[in-house]
């Protein structure tokens, strides 16, 4: 059986869109790749060298002395940063204060974007401009939203601060991300407000089968 070529799913954060992502991989046996583990390891390693992310050049040049990657090319387990595996260092509440400014300079983007287009055959892929800049000939796009008072509630208890601090936080981080974040003209939009994982992944499978299927 031929696996689904690339499949992207788009959308805020805390849309679901990494937990969905990760359980379609799972459903299909193929890789599940997180875009936005590159930008939260360039934002670590700033933050681990004290550099302040307030100025691209700066910034890019940080970066140019490290070695980053996707760990084994495809993979939902952490980044490779200068050869050892990072994970949950990079889901913290400083990293979330700052991913965005790092995420929004064009030369970031471009840098992440390469590592992302060399991957080969059949994967999912979650972010936020994945089937618009990054994978636009994707033959399965999806963008999941929710409004932002649901998106807290889904983070409270992942992050140390509270209801109102994290709506305040997503709030900030939608607009800090708007320049990026809209969804591809051929991807299918589904609202998780209501739903909850199994049948968001449902609707996904489903739409991947459907578009799948001869004729």
């Not at 980044?79 to 979330?96: M, P, Y």
């Not at 939203?145 to 509630?153: F, I, L, N």
């Not at 974040?181 to 909850?196: K, Q, S």
């Amino acid at each position: 059986m031929n696996g689904p070529g690339v499949v992207t799913i788009d959308g805020p954060a805390a849309s679901g869109k990494s937990s969905v992502a990760r359980a379609v991989a799972a459903q299909l046996g193929v890789p599940f790749v997180s875009s936005g583990l590159l930008y939260r390891g360039a934002t670590w390693l700033l933050q681990e060298a004290g550099i302040e992310p307030q100025d691209e050049r700066s910034v890019l040049a940080e970066l140019q002395r490290h070695s980053v990657r996707l760990d084994d090319g495809v993979s939902s387990s952490g980044l490779v940063l200068d050869g050892t595996a990072r994970s949950a260092e990079l889901h913290t509440d400083e990293i979330d204060a700052s991913v965005s400014i790092v995420a929004a300079y064009p030369g970031v983007r471009e840098w992440a974007n390469r590592q992302l287009r060399q991957l080969e055959g059949s994967f999912i892929v979650e972010g936020r401009d994945m089937g618009t800049a990054v994978f636009p000939g994707a033959p399965h796009k999806f963008f999941l939203d929710a409004p932002v008072h649901v998106r807290a509630e889904r983070r409270l208890g992942e992050r140390k601060a509270g209801l109102l601090e994290l709506r305040e936080q997503l709030a900030r981080r939608d607009l800090l991300d708007s320049r990026q974040l809209r969804p591809a003209e051929d991807a299918v939009r589904i609202d998780t407000e209501h739903l909850d994982l199994e049948e968001v992944t449902a609707l996904v499978l489903g739409s991947i089968a459907g578009q799948a299927e001869p004729g």
